[in-house]
């Protein structure tokens, strides 16, 4: 038979016992403020705010991959001379590079199209006996062509424009994750002194305000928003005035 002593394990001495326990809590300790830290700074990460730069970007990425895209669009305009607004809405459809249509609903009936190069303005008459009237004039010289040539594949934000985001509560913009920014061009524009984007969570653009050195403000609140795969004929971006329509020179 085996006495019961030679199975009983060696014991260790009291002060290696506690050494050995001390240094094992240590690590245990260490090892738990580490995983604390990686997953507090996880945190961090996940709720820090974009910046404008990020959100500039997700912006222009997304139109980037977008080569057409169809909306319905809400129009206000601010005269600020007279104090006077002006509403009107319709369907717009963009297509790179540079193509845009926008057709005005009833009763204000306006078509603005552009083939990227040229941009007509057509005004129907104020009767059905009255002809209405047309404004041709370079893509140049125009401020709505400008102002979402990012759209267009026409410009690029980052190279355009500095910009900062602003508080969307200020601008009424309370959809959720939402994101306002401010754009002013690098290079003065004749056209408008700045632009705000009001941004979903999604990087698309649900709103423009177009603001002119005269303070005049021109915003589009955009809806039912169509990305279309497959690119629109150019057709479609061609439109010839109505009979009897009058030209008019934008000089005079």
């Given at each position: 038979m085996i006495a019961r002593s030679q199975l009983a394990?060696?014991?260790?001495?009291?002060?290696?016992?506690?050494?050995?326990?001390?240094?094992?809590?240590?690590?245990?300790?260490?090892?738990?403020?580490?995983?604390?830290?990686?997953?507090?700074?996880?945190?961090?990460?996940?709720?820090?705010?974009?910046?404008?730069?990020?959100?500039?970007?997700?912006?222009?990425?997304?139109y980037d991959q977008v080569p057409v895209v169809r909306m319905r669009f809400f129009q206000t305009y601010y005269v600020k001379l007279h104090q006077r607004y002006e509403r009107s809405g319709g369907v717009v459809t963009f297509k790179k590079p540079g193509k845009m249509f926008w057709r005005y609903d009833a009763p204000n009936g306006k078509i603005l199209v552009s083939d990227g190069t040229r941009i007509q303005l057509f005004e129907p008459g104020a009767s059905a006996r009255e002809p209405g009237q047309v404004v041709e004039s370079a893509v140049a010289d125009s401020e709505?062509?400008?102002?979402?040539?990012?759209l267009t594949g026409q410009g690029r934000l980052e190279e355009q424009y500095a910009f900062r985001l602003v508080d969307p509560r200020t601008q009424g913009f309370t959809m959720p994750g939402g994101q306002v920014l401010e754009l002013r061009p690098r290079r003065t524009n004749p056209n408008y002194e700045r632009l705000l984007l009001y941004v979903d969570n999604g990087s698309i653009v649900r709103r423009v305000l177009i603001i002119g050195h005269d303070g005049n403000r021109n915003r589009f609140d955009f809806s039912t928003i169509e990305v279309q795969s497959v690119a629109a004929p150019d057709s479609d971006f061609r439109w010839t005035p109505p009979a009897g329509t009058r030209r008019v020179n934008p000089g005079n």
């Open positions: 394990s060696p014991r260790l001495p009291a002060r290696r016992v506690v050494r050995a326990l001390t240094i094992a809590l240590v690590a245990l300790v260490t090892c738990v403020a580490a995983t604390g830290s990686i997953v507090a700074s996880r945190s961090e990460a996940q709720q820090a705010p974009p910046t404008a730069a990020q959100v500039a970007a997700r912006v222009q990425r997304f709505l062509p400008q102002a979402l040539s990012f």
